[in-house]
């Protein structure tokens, strides 16, 4: 945040119209347990616009931010982009309570002409000890798999 400043994230948050755009937690926490709030329907609405080029940025900022989200491609020819998050459980402490954990996995399979968003969370309801965020894309890749759609 130093180097952007809290006004640029705020106009940044409201130009892409990101989630509640409330980033008042400050950059410490505010991307995974603070004010800052996304719902599943709104980080896939993010991801379209992110993919067509509709947010304001430069096609420079773009390119890398997609080169950033590859993961991998397939031998079928399937591409997977995405990006994991971890954060904690509301009403309570990741120092305290590591084990409560939310985990998110967003991101596109692209396949052929076609092209695929996905948004997936998930809330530890027994005690894990490995981050939520790096087990959701675990999960999510085994059933995009399994679906078939990264051959």
């Known amino acids: 945040m130093p180097q952007l400043g809290q006004k640029a994230i705020d106009n940044y948050l409201k130009d892409f119209n990101y989630g509640n755009k409330d980033f008042s937690g400050g950059l410490d926490k505010a991307w995974v347990s603070s004010t800052l709030k996304i719902s599943g329907y709104e980080q896939l609405e993010f991801l379209r616009n992110f993919w067509t080029g509709k947010l304001a940025v430069s096609k420079k900022a773009h390119d890398l931010a997609k080169g950033a989200l590859f993961i991998k ?13 971890t954060g904690c459980l509301q009403g309570t402490s ?33 005690p894990e000890k490995e981050p939520a965020g790096p ?8 059933l995009l798999e399994h679906m078939k759609l990264l051959n």
């Open 73 to 85: 491609k397939y031998p079928g020819g399937g591409l997977l982009y995405g990006k994991t998050g």
């Open 94 to 126: 990741c120092m305290s309570q590591p084990d409560k954990m939310l985990g998110w996995f967003v991101g596109y399979v692209v396949n052929g002409s076609s092209t695929y968003a996905f948004a997936a969370n998930s809330a530890d309801l027994q």
């Open 135 to 142: 087990r959701m894309r675990n999960t999510v890749i085994s």
